[in-house]
């Protein structure tokens, strides 16, 4: 039986999307996704962190919401999307490497 060893290589690069998705829940206001991506989108573009397209950002940005409503960081009401006292956790700063 041959052993094979695999090796992976793994970059962690900061979370762009998740981090300014945190940035805008955390001030505890109420969004629909579309209210809040447009916000997400437009904060990217600024900082210049947009790549591959508003749609491909669009599934991404739902994507890691739906993450963080998982992690229990985010509530869901409805179609309603809340921060919750300890969205600041779900922060690239605040990941350990």
Do not use: C, W
Request: hydrophobic share 35%; net charge positive; aromatic share 8%.
């Amino acid at each position: 039986m041959s052993n094979t060893r695999r090796t992976r290589f793994s970059r962690r690069v900061p979370d762009h999307v998740t981090d300014e998705l945190v940035n805008v829940l955390a001030d505890k206001a109420t969004f629909g996704f579309n209210d809040l991506f447009e916000v997400v989108y437009e904060n990217l573009k600024a900082r210049n962190a947009v790549s591959g397209g508003e749609e491909m950002l669009r599934l991404r940005a739902y994507e890691k919401l739906q993450n963080l409503v998982t992690r229990g960081l985010v509530e869901k009401n409805g179609k309603e999307y809340r921060g919750l006292n300890n969205i600041q956790d779900a922060s690239s700063a605040n990941v350990a490497t």
